[in-house]
């Protein structure tokens, strides 16, 4: 079963930092998603993209962060400017095309520890 | 404001029994419903879909009420392989947005021997 893939699993850098969290969705899904979960707290929501660009981001999703998709299989989220509050699991979740396939499938996440 | 609401637990049960999970939602424009299953530092997992007319598959069942917007989950002959923390998640699709999917805090349930 085709499965969404995320490297590395887990990311240490110093505050400050430029990161760059990659995923491969799964290979005939159109819409791909970033979410994060800081521990002990609920899954949110960060930016989804369609068509190569931005289709909805949230508040946390400021200037400090952007995505690409630099070929037809890698989906990556940068952060410029790491803080000690961007430690959290970074998911990645894709969605095929078409009516009646909402559902998204996530990858196992990237746990990122800002020190 | 997008909300989803849960009861964070947690659920302590013993083998064999059975429990229920309610969620509740706050955006009427929510379109699709589900529950996630989450291990303790794994990613969510989709459990089921949960349809107006209500859905069961083998010992899950999962019902939905719009007018009330209420979402529920009950698990029979709970197994130790059950515990893990349920996410209820709502997905909104309007104007030009791609489904986001809103995630409660979630239940987390605790199956003894």
């Known amino acids: 079963e085709p499965e969404v893939t995320q490297t590395p699993s887990h990311q240490v850098t110093q505050m400050g930092q430029e990161v760059i969290l990659r995923c491969v969705p799964i290979?005939?899904?159109?819409?791909f998603y970033w979410y994060r979960q800081i521990l002990g707290q609920k899954v949110e929501f960060l930016v989804s993209?369609?068509?190569?660009?931005?289709?909805?981001k949230s508040e946390i999703f400021d200037d400090q962060f952007s995505v690409e998709r630099p070929d037809g299989s890698n989906f990556t989220l940068k952060i410029r400017s790491t803080k000690l509050e961007d430690s959290a699991m970074y998911f990645c979740?894709?969605?095929?095309?078409?009516?009646?396939?909402?559902?998204?499938?996530f990858g196992p996440g990237t746990r990122l520890t800002v020190l | 404001r997008k909300e989803v609401e849960q009861d964070p637990g947690p659920f302590n049960v013993p083998e064999g029994a059975t429990v229920a999970f309610n969620c509740t939602y706050s955006?009427?424009?929510?379109?699709?419903f589900f529950w996630y299953r989450q291990d303790c530092r794994k990613e969510p997992k989709l459990l089921m879909s949960?349809?107006?007319s209500g859905n069961e598959d083998g010992r899950f069942t999962a019902q939905l009420n719009r007018a009330s917007q209420y979402i529920s989950l009950l698990i029979r002959d709970s197994k130790l392989s059950d515990s893990a923390t349920y996410l209820c998640?709502?997905?909104?699709?309007?104007?030009?947005?791609?489904?986001?999917?809103?995630f409660g805090k979630g239940t987390k349930l605790s199956v003894k021997p």
């Open positions: 979740a894709s969605r095929p095309q078409g009516s009646g396939t909402d559902t998204q499938y």
């Open positions: 290979s005939n899904h159109l819409y």
């Open positions: 993209f369609y068509n190569n660009e931005i289709s909805e």
């Open positions: 955006n009427s424009a929510s379109q699709s």
């Open positions: 949960v349809y107006s």
């Open positions: 998640v709502v997905n909104f699709f309007y104007g030009g947005s791609q489904g986001n999917l809103i």
